[in-house]
């Protein structure tokens, strides 16, 4: 199998971001699930950015975390995979107008070349051999998010294929990151094709065949023009961000494993020890500062829900013992676990 694979240009420092559009939409759907949007907004570091502003960019960090917090508290296990089935081109922004507007589906699934502008943490790879033409992801781990993320990136991009061409279409076959855990009936339901779990990539494999289905709104020159716009805003992605948000991002990768060590986290930006820490006071802040946020926002709004135990909170924070993570509470509250959830309720 040929595999061609696209990256962000090779001298690019930012942060990785998500359009704001894309959290937005997922905090409404978690709201409608009976989840706080507020206290949501609040956990996951989101309050700093105007999401009614739906080209704005947000760190993947609080992505992450939302993702997390959602896994945690919404009872549907398909809400990934649900919240994908209804996600419609015009909420891909500019990547899915070039898509809609590509002339062919073969030409909207190699456009995904510019997934950068919808999230850049998101890498896709592409591969072909005489029966299909398959589409990879890769992107950091989820944590406890894992799951609903890979559902949502596969029924959102099958979603939206069906939705330019009009077509019903079928893959030869979706592949999960993920192991399979209970039934599997609403995937089957929504993909038709054999589905394999636990597999080193997540990926959706298209017929031939298919690729030559007409879009709808087909117009290559309007498709053309936006291309040119996009490579504009991947210009302007390149241009860079600041340290702390590339700082935040990692310590949601890596916070389940226990507490972000600076070592850690320099080795993953790849940024020598000392020239992290001056980065962060150069910014007014600090490792040991960013990690104690996050830690804050995320136990606040876990603690509000009755159900989940002290225990939970301290493996998904990266406490080694529940009992740190009580004395923590109590240090950024003023109170214990139990009696903040009194108030709150």
Same mark, same amino acid.
């Given at each position: 199998?040929?595999?061609?694979?696209?990256?962000?240009?090779?001298?690019?420092?930012?942060?990785?971001?998500?359009?704001?559009?894309?959290?937005?939409?997922?905090? #409404?759907?978690?709201?409608?699930?009976? =989840?706080?949007?507020?206290?949501?907004?609040?956990?996951?570091?989101?309050?700093?950015?105007?999401?009614?502003?739906?080209?704005?960019?947000?760190?993947?960090?609080?992505?992450?975390?939302?993702?997390?917090?959602?896994?945690?508290?919404?009872?549907?296990?398909?809400?990934?995979?649900? %919240?994908?089935?209804?996600?419609? %081109?015009?909420?891909?922004?500019?990547?899915?107008?070039? =898509?809609?507007?590509?002339? $062919?589906?073969?030409?909207?699934?190699?456009?995904?070349?510019?997934?950068?502008?919808?999230?850049?943490?998101?890498?896709?790879?592409?591969?072909?051999?005489?029966?299909?033409?398959?589409?990879?992801?890769?992107?950091?781990?989820?944590?406890?998010?894992?799951?609903?993320?890979? #559902?949502?990136? @596969?029924? %959102? @991009?099958?979603?939206?294929?069906?939705?330019?061409?009009?077509?019903e279409i079928v893959?030869?076959?979706?592949?999960?990151?993920?192991?399979?855990?209970?039934?599997?009936?609403?995937?089957?339901?929504?993909?038709?094709?054999?589905?394999?779990?636990?597999?080193?990539?997540?990926?959706?494999?298209?017929?031939?065949?298919?690729?030559?289905?007409?879009?709808?709104?087909?117009?290559?020159?309007?498709?053309?023009?936006?291309?040119?716009?996009?490579?504009?805003?991947?210009?302007?992605?390149?241009r860079g961000s600041? $340290?702390?948000?590339?700082?935040?991002?990692?310590?949601?990768?890596?916070?389940?494993?226990?507490?972000?060590?600076?070592?850690?986290? %320099?080795?993953?930006?790849?940024?020598?020890?000392?020239? @992290?820490?001056?980065?962060?006071?150069?910014?007014? $802040?600090?490792?040991?500062?960013?990690?104690?946020?996050?830690?804050?926002?995320?136990?606040?709004? =876990?603690?509000?829900?009755?159900?989940?135990?002290?225990?939970e909170v301290a493996?998904?924070?990266?406490?080694?013992?529940?009992?740190?993570?009580?004395?923590?509470?109590?240090?950024?509250?003023? =109170?214990?676990?139990?009696?903040?959830?009194?108030?709150?309720?």
């Open positions: 199998m040929r595999v061609e694979t696209h990256s962000a240009p090779s001298h690019r420092k930012t942060t990785e971001t998500v359009l704001a559009r894309i959290p937005a939409r997922m905090l #409404d759907l978690a709201a409608a699930e009976g =989840m706080s949007r507020d206290a949501l907004i609040e956990a996951a570091g989101l309050k700093a950015f105007d999401l009614t502003d739906g080209d704005s960019r947000v760190p993947v960090s609080c992505q992450v975390a939302l993702w997390q917090l959602i896994a945690k508290g919404v009872p549907d296990r398909c809400f990934g995979l649900h %919240a994908g089935m209804h996600f419609e %081109a015009r909420e891909a922004g500019l990547l899915g107008y070039i =898509m809609a507007y590509s002339e $062919t589906l073969g030409d909207a699934l190699k456009r995904l070349r510019y997934s950068w502008l919808l999230n850049d943490a998101v890498h896709c790879a592409f591969g072909s051999d005489r029966r299909s033409f398959s589409v990879t992801e890769t992107y950091p781990e989820q944590g406890l998010g894992l799951r609903n993320a890979v #559902d949502y990136r @596969l029924s %959102a @991009l099958l979603s939206v294929c069906r939705q330019i061409t009009g077509a893959p030869v076959e979706v592949a999960f990151i993920y192991d399979q855990s209970g039934d599997t009936l609403e995937h089957q339901r929504f993909f038709h094709c054999p589905l394999r779990f636990g597999q080193p990539i997540s990926k959706i494999a298209f017929r031939q065949e298919d690729l030559r289905l007409p879009a709808r709104h087909g117009d290559e020159t309007l498709a053309h023009h936006l291309i040119d716009r996009a490579e504009e805003v991947l210009r302007s992605l390149a600041s $340290t702390k948000e590339r700082v935040r991002s990692e310590i949601w990768n890596i916070l389940s494993e226990g507490k972000p060590t600076l070592e850690r986290v %320099a080795t993953a930006l790849e940024i020598p020890g000392r020239t @992290l820490q001056r980065r962060l006071a150069d910014e007014g $802040t600090s490792l040991q500062q960013e990690v104690e946020e996050i830690r804050r926002a995320m136990a606040t709004a =876990m603690f509000r829900d009755p159900g989940t135990s002290t225990d493996y998904l924070l990266g406490y080694a013992e529940p009992s740190t993570l009580f004395r923590s509470f109590r240090r950024w509250t003023g =109170m214990t676990p139990q009696e903040y959830r009194k108030k709150a309720g």
